[in-house]
Each structure stands twice: as structure tokens, then as C-alpha cells.
């Protein structure tokens, strides 16, 4: 079974900065696709970006590309997400989650492992 553990959120000013790392357990990190989701109070969870097995496909919401970037370390079984120019709109819980399927998947329902989730909040 397959724990994932986030961390790093936190609050920052708008235009700051936070890098957010999720910790992996229980299977090798390299058998599933690394994506991060997140959920504002109110709505539903989004997507944020994904990451293929061995970091050659990526993909990131509209929202959040060029500002937030993806990234794994297969031998110490963690994934990261690093975040720029924040904005107060990516205010939410975010999780780090993992998914055995082909592709990339955006949609949350093709995910099967996910963290508990970690807290970023963004002040204007």
C-alpha cells in the first residue's frame, strides 16, 4: 500500500514563493505518475500538474503554467512542487497524489493514492 505525506505549505505574500514536497512509501515511487491536485473551500478539486514515471512528460494546469514547476526524485521516492509568483487565488489545500494509469491524467478520479494534504495560503 502506498502512503504519500505532504509538506512545506504554509502562508506567503502574494508574488512569494513555497516549494511543497510530498514523501512516498510502500511502492517504488517509479511504478506510478506523480500529479498534484488542490481544493479551495467551496469547490472542487482541481488539477495542478502531473509527472510521468521517469520525469519525461508533464503536465500543468492552465492556471499555474509557467509559474509552478513539478519534479520527483525516483531514488528518494519524493515529488516536489515548487511555486512562484503566488497569487492569493492559489490559496488551498493541495495534495500530492499518485496514479498507475499510461497517460497524464488531469481528472482526479484516475488517481489512486493520495496525501492528507498540506495547507498553502496566500495574503494580498
Known amino acids: 500500500q502506498v502512503q504519500l505525506v505532504e509538506s512545506g505549505g504554509g502562508l506567503v505574500q502574494a508574488g512569494g514563493s513555497l516549494r511543497l514536497s510530498c514523501a512516498a512509501s510502500g511502492r517504488s515511487s517509479n511504478s506510478y505518475i506523480m500529479g498534484w491536485f488542490r481544493q479551495a473551500p467551496g469547490k472542487e478539486r482541481e488539477f495542478v500538474a502531473a509527472?510521468?514515471?521517469?520525469?519525461?512528460?508533464?503536465s500543468y494546469a492552465d492556471s499555474v503554467k509557467g509559474r509552478f514547476t513539478i519534479s520527483r526524485d525516483n531514488a528518494k521516492n519524493t515529488a516536489s512542487l515548487q511555486m512562484n509568483s503566488l497569487k492569493p487565488e492559489d490559496t488551498a489545500v493541495y495534495y500530492c497524489a499518485g496514479a498507475t494509469t499510461l497517460h497524464l491524467p488531469t481528472n482526479y478520479a484516475e488517481y489512486r493514492y493520495w496525501g492528507q494534504g498540506t495547507q498553502v495560503t496566500v495574503s494580498s
Open positions: 509527472l510521468s514515471r521517469a520525469s519525461l512528460s508533464t
